[in-house]
């Protein structure tokens, strides 16, 4: 069984588990937006980088994943060195840019102390994690929904932009999703960062109108996700009410 | 487009072994015999090769050859690479753009022309070039644009050949 | 032509190449790359034919056509042979006088030649030419000799004899061994060593093994790969089979950019007359060795020359990277050990093979080896591909063998690598040119783009540029690449439009830094590098645009006006005609006026502007 250290602590792991279940399994928090264990591990959303070197010390080190790292003999790992919470927190800088509203982003960039926010907000509605493609996919055995394009122009869809037939109305994408799963409100029109809601509870489900849902008509809030056609997806909402702010 | 058309995509489709990999040989066959991914040929290939049509939507929009919607008679590309970059493609483009009255890359609305940004059509020491069909016209310039374009336009007018010449020989009137 | 059942077999069809053709037969070769032929190369064979026709001399004087000579700037170039006058800028109107002079005395024809621009000499042979004299054309030395679509001028220039020699029993290990030895070092830009690579391949027991050859040439500004296709195949060919023979694989795969057509007609042939003669399939000369190759095209993605994402795109999925580890060695294509090289290394193999890796490591500096194929193109007076030893400074580069900057301007810096690579500026004209080197400039070798500006060129838009290019071909999987090609874009944008704010330089550098540190493949570690590097060297050029409002180049169209200087202007009424939105006042023979309100700053004007009366502030 592979013997690894993680902040200076040697532990030993089955095979095949990742250097994230280890530093799990050690009690240390890594965060993740795009892990879910009952998921493929993906490594796209980037924040549970860690810091790795190899034992034979030759003092260089790289950022890799620790979701999508096999945990082996010798691996010597820092997740949370002052270089890794650095990266963690401009990736969050740019997390709270593109879904302000989404409440997991807000409290993971709370958490690391993030103080400022200098990127335009966006008010996107995904940020392509992936978890309820995969979600779909391999547990709820459908393949309803799935990217499309590439780069800038990526996205989460469905062929040719209808509904698919396998698509049950389950429910497991939003459940899954990091954005849509607690709405935050924002804070001023001064910043997207919010800060103040480390100990909200659940916003009102009429605020869930622009949210990735794929449910159509969606089952909780019963106001339409974004791809219901007669209803226009309403990114101007949260920004309106900011304004008004 | 006729009624035959899926019949030509069977023809097209026993060609191929049924495997994944065949997806993207196949789907630059249709590519190349639809000029565009018609709705129902991706599927048909999704059901053919057992690959689920999310994947294949999935990688008929990923890949900058494949195209959703029908395009033009010529497909015009301009190169956008670093060294047409520096010596002026995105004013011929703009121009280009212009004279056909789109707003940005697309296909005109008489079907005649697809323009498209291309990246890098390893012709770089003859930048700017564009592209038109498989004809590469090295050297251009905004001036450039609207006669070669004319050209295209009225090829099925004149004899087969000439319209060539012309374009050829004042390519190579270099600067 | 008989299939080969042995290696005695293919020297004596080598033999009878060789005696097939007399050395002395006069032959015009004419380079029918992707360049010349858009100059209009297949009309100058076409005229050439014609005319040996008309002078019943087809049957005395070959004809053909052979392969990208690098040239492209001066193209069509051909060669007479057997005296190798090299003539460029050939049209089919000089095709009677070429035939004559080829026929008569072999006087040259003076107006063809080759002339100096700083002496004003005409020079007679390729290698004379100040272009070709300082490079060592090792890969690249046979594509002007033979036809790519004709195996026999591959064997007749000695092809396929490394093979022979691999074939005739020197062990896999020992050829692994070699090729570390030589010190090659992968070509696609990131400079892994090959042997090292080769080596833990070998290790793998797991079967079967693949090889790939990398011909997803997507830098912009870079075209080598592509010319070696077209121009020599065989070369190619013949390395992947001595690798395979090395690694014990069974199938290959090239992936070649679907931008390219001529480029996979040329190995399509090139496959199908290996395979013909038995260098390719089951038993290959006779030794029981069995290896294919096939052709993969790409679907256009840049981000399938990763490794990763072209083995996802050979597997019909998306050109999506995935995490390494694990490497593709260890798991590649459909799972099993791959081994993916570029273009130029698998063509460097059969001369290691040949030559030995201690003359190849006696080339380049000391740890980067060989030569380098790099594509000088931009603002440079001579275009095209160059093969010079690694080392080579920046100055001898641009000055001797590019001939300078044209119309008399300054060097402003130099980009090279392609996207993932940075601007290196003027005051590192003396850096020796290998892999060390430019990563410690900020940049990197990249697939050897290098791409030349002067100071017509601003430095902000070009980072610009990358960014917009970056962020359409960035497949969008992980979260700093995408997004953070579209921010910087965003801020660069902003900057360009005189809208930037001092506090924009410090976002940029962090962007920079977060997505070179987290991204998750060496697409997105690398994008941010035109930013870094501009950033680094040409700050002020950045403030003049944040701080002055002001584009030092005059590029930035928010930022620069047109006008007409009415002392020089002739009132010749061609811009008038070319101007888009008829922001052009003025009578013919009068001087013209720009209205402000209605120009679009397209430039137009200042193209044909022959008096030079156009003028932008």
Not at chain 1, 19 to 32: E, K, N, Q, S
Not at chain 1, 84 to 100: D, H, W
Not at chain 2, 6 to 29: C, G
Not at chain 2, 57 to 72: H, I, M, W
Request: aromatic share 6%; proline share 5%.
């Amino acid at each position: 069984m592979p013997t690894l250290k993680i902040n200076g602590i040697s532990v030993e792991v089955e095979r095949g588990a990742s250097v994230l279940d280890a530093a799990r399994f050690l009690g240390i928090h890594i965060p993740t937006l795009c892990h879910d264990d009952g998921l493929t591990p993906y490594g796209a959303c980037r924040l549970c980088v860690v810091e790795v070197s190899n034992s034979n010390g030759n003092g260089r080190t790289k950022m890799l994943s620790a979701c999508t790292l096999p945990a082996e003999d010798g691996l010597v790992v820092q997740t949370h060195s002052a270089k890794v919470e650095k990266a963690r927190r401009l990736l969050l800088e740019m997390y709270v840019a593109t879904c302000p509203q989404s409440k997991t982003i807000q409290d993971l960039a709370s958490k690391y102390g993030m103080r400022q926010e200098r990127l335009a907000p966006k008010f996107d509605n995904c940020i392509q994690c992936g978890l309820c493609v995969r979600m779909c996919e391999e547990q709820m055995m459908a393949g309803a929904i799935g990217f499309a394009g590439r780069g800038a122009k990526r996205r989460v869809s469905r062929p040719f932009d209808i509904t698919s037939p396998l698509c049950r109305q389950c429910g497991a994408c939003l459940y899954v999703c990091p954005v849509c799963e607690l709405r935050c409100h924002g804070s001023s029109a001064e910043s997207t960062l919010c800060n103040g809601c480390l100990n909200f509870s659940t916003v009102c489900f009429q605020s869930y109108d622009d949210a990735m849902c794929f449910l159509d008509p969606c089952h909780a809030c019963e106001v339409g996700g974004p791809f219901r056609s007669d209803v226009p997806v309403k990114l101007s909402t949260v920004k309106s009410a900011q304004q008004e702010k | 487009m006729t009624d035959f058309e899926p019949v030509q995509l069977e023809a097209l489709l026993a060609d191929f072994e049924e495997t994944r990999e065949s997806l993207i040989p196949l789907l630059q066959e249709v590519q190349t015999q639809y000029c565009y991914l018609p709705e129902f040929a991706l599927r048909r290939i999704a059901s053919k090769l057992s690959v689920s049509l999310t994947d294949v939507y999935q990688v008929a929009t990923f890949y900058s050859c494949f195209s959703l919607v029908p395009v033009g008679k010529h497909v015009v590309q301009v190169c956008l690479g670093t060294a047409c970059h520096v010596r002026g493609a995105p004013r011929v483009l703009d121009r280009m753009l212009r004279d056909l009255k789109l707003g940005t890359p697309g296909t005109t609305q008489d079907m005649q022309f697809t323009v498209r940004s291309v990246r890098c059509v390893g012709c770089c020491g003859l930048a700017p070039v564009v592209r038109v069909d498989n004809n590469t016209h090295p050297n251009m310039t905004q001036a450039k644009v609207r006669g070669m374009l004319k050209k295209y336009r009225s090829k099925e007018d004149r004899p087969a050949g000439e319209a060539d010449e012309v374009d050829d020989a004042e390519a190579r009137v270099h600067s | 032509m008989p299939k080969l059942e042995s290696i005695p077999d293919l020297e004596q069809l080598r033999e009878v190449c060789l005696q097939s053709r007399d050395v002395n037969r006069p032959c015009l070769t004419v380079c029918a790359g992707s360049g010349c032929t858009a100059s209009g190369a297949h009309d100058v064979i076409a005229g050439l034919k014609q005319n040996l026709e008309k002078l019943g001399l087809a049957q005395t004087i070959d004809v053909k056509s052979t392969g990208c000579h690098g040239f492209c700037e001066k193209g069509p170039v051909m060669i007479v042979w057997p005296d190798g006058i090299f003539y460029n800028r050939v049209t089919p109107r000089d095709a009677a006088a070429i035939v004559a002079s080829a026929t008569n005395g072999r006087k040259p024809v003076e107006k063809l030649l080759y002339q100096d621009p700083q002496t004003g000499e005409r020079v007679l042979h390729e290698n004379d030419v100040p272009f070709y004299a300082r490079q060592q054309r090792v890969l690249f030395g046979n594509n002007g000799r033979i036809d790519p679509r004709q195996i026999e001028d591959y064997l007749r220039v000695g092809g396929y004899k490394a093979l022979a020699r691999v074939l005739g029993g020197i062990p896999g290990e020992t050829i692994v061994e070699e090729i570390k030895k030589s010190g090659l070092r992968g070509r696609g830009g990131a400079g892994f060593p090959t042997g090292v690579k080769w080596e833990a391949l070998r290790a793998n027991p797991a079967t079967p093994k693949f090889i790939i050859c990398n011909a997803d040439e997507g830098d912009p500004g870079a075209f080598m790969d592509r010319s070696l296709l077209e121009g020599n195949p065989h070369s190619i060919i013949e390395g992947m089979i001595i690798g395979a023979c090395a690694l014990g694989a069974s199938t290959g795969f090239v992936y070649v950019r679907a931008e390219y057509p001529l480029a996979v007609e040329h190995l399509r042939v090139a496959l199908r007359q290996a395979e013909e003669i038995g260098l390719l399939g089951e038993n290959i000369l006779g030794t029981g060795f069995k290896f294919r190759i096939k052709v993969v095209q790409g679907a256009g993605a840049f981000v399938c020359g990763e490794e990763t994402a072209l083995i996802a795109s050979i597997e019909g999925r998306v050109g999506e990277p995935r995490p390494r580890p694990p490497f593709p060695v260890q798991s590649g294509l459909w799972g099993k050990p791959t081994i993916i090289n570029n273009v130029k290394t698998w063509a460097s193999v059969p001369h290691i093979i040949n030559r030995g890796a201690d003359w190849y490591a006696g080339i380049g500096t000391e740890r980067s080896k060989g030569t380098m194929v790099f594509s000088l193109v931009g603002k440079i007076n001579n275009t095209g591909l160059v093969e010079v030893p690694m080392g080579i400074t920046l100055r001898e580069m641009i000055y001797t063998i590019g001939g300078g900057i044209p119309k008399g301007r300054q060097l402003k810096a130099v980009q090279i690598g392609g996207p993932s690579g940075g601007c290196i500026p003027s005051s590192l004209i003396d850096l020796p040119i290998d892999y060390e080197e430019l990563t410690k400039a900020g940049s990197m070798m990249g697939s050897g783009g290098m791409v030349v500006m002067d100071e017509s060129t601003c430095m902000v838009d070009v980072a610009r540029y990358f960014m917009e290019f970056l962020e359409e071909e960035s497949c969008g999987k992980c979260f700093p690449c995408r997004e953070g090609t579209q921010r910087l874009r965003e801020i660069l944008d902003r900057i360009c439009a005189g809208k930037g704010k001092e506090e924009d330089l410090a976002l940029l550098d962090d962007l920079g830094w977060v997505m070179k540190e987290t991204s998750l493949c060496g697409l997105g570690q690398t994008a941010a590098n035109p930013v870094l590097t501009t950033l680094r060297y040409f700050k002020d050029e950045y403030l003049a645009h944040i701080r002055e409002h002001r584009c030092p180049a005059k590029v930035c169209k928010e930022l620069i006006v047109y006008s007409i200087e009415p002392a020089v202007c002739d009132g010749c009424h061609a811009c008038v005609q070319v101007c888009a939105t008829e922001a052009i006042l003025g009578e013919k023979k009068k001087v013209h006026e720009i209205d402000e309100g209605k120009c679009i700053k397209c430039g137009a004007c200042l193209e044909v502007c022959q008096p030079k009366a156009v003028l932008v502030s």
